[in-house]
């Protein structure tokens, strides 16, 4: 059965030009809800830790940097089917794949700099929320 929630991340190219407030109004206009909400900058050590996953690809050190460069804003978003809804909505991974109207087309500049992170699956979003927040936390 699919979740309720997922977790996103607004990267920080797209924090750097302004386009939170159009980022979350997109989310909230195709039905989804805020329970948490956090504006910080990572450290290289915390963005290597929520990428782990990564850390054998050629990619992980350069991700690490760009995730650490700046302010993020990160968030769990409830909505029935949650992670497959917000796939959907964010786009393919890169921006010049990503269909019209989806979050990377709109905002995102390449792979890496795609403005959002978003949960693969009900499993790692309930991982990434609990990086960021703790149950009290959530609403």
């Known amino acids: 059965m699919a979740g ?3 977790f996103t991340m607004i990267k920080p190219e797209a924090f750097q030009n302004g386009h939170t ?21 990572l450290s290289q050590e915390q963005a290597g830790k929520f990428y782990e996953v990564h850390k054998e690809r050629p990619f992980y050190s350069d991700l690490v940097g760009f995730m650490s460069s700046g302010i993020i ?55 990434e929320a609990s990086f960021f927040f703790t149950v009290l936390e959530r609403c």
């Open 21 to 41: 407030g159009k980022i979350l109004d997109m989310i909230l206009n195709k039905g989804f809800r805020i329970s948490a909400l956090r504006i910080l900058k």
């Open 4 to 6: 309720n929630i997922t």
């Open 73 to 127: 804003l990160a968030a769990i978003l409830e909505k029935e089917n949650a992670v497959d809804e917000y796939r959907k909505l964010i786009g393919a991974t890169n921006p010049a794949n990503a269909d019209e109207g989806t979050i990377r087309k709109a905002f995102g500049q390449s792979i890496q700099m795609n403005a959002v992170h978003g949960s693969d699956s009900d499993e790692n979003a309930n991982i």
